[in-house]
Structure formats: C-alpha cells, structure tokens
C-alpha cells in the first residue's frame, strides 16, 4: 500500500523538519520498520520524547 502522506513528509523533510514516529503508535497500528518512509526517525514514545524536546527549549503546541 501506498502511504498517503508519503508526499508531504517528504516535503517537511526536504525544508529541513524531522519526522519523527512513537514506537508505541507503531506497534498499535501494527506497522513493521519496513512500513516507514525513508528518513523518519522512531522515538520509543512520544510522551518522553515531547519532554525532551520541552526540557530543550522547545514549545508544546496542540491544535484542536
């Protein structure tokens, strides 16, 4: 299957963004390494990960 938003990861990628996939998410979906896009980098999950890139500096910003 085609991943439908193969097209813009690779447009956020190529503007420098890194995307980033929770492992956890991964397993729910039932989704193998070999399903994601080239360059998407898995993070265990993404609640310790959002508290990293807090504890960096970075803002959390939720759109509703």
């Excluded at 938003?5 to 890194?18: M, R, T």
């Excluded at 193998?32 to 803002?59: C, H, N, W």
């Amino acid at each position: 299957d085609v991943n439908p938003n193969a097209k813009v990861v690779k447009e956020l990628q190529d503007y420098g963004v890194s995307v980033e996939l929770c492992h956890v998410t991964m397993k729910a979906h039932h989704w193998k390494p070999e399903d994601i896009l080239p360059g998407v980098k898995m993070v265990f999950d993404a609640y310790t990960r959002m508290i990293d890139l807090q504890q960096r500096g970075y803002s959390y910003i939720k759109f509703t």
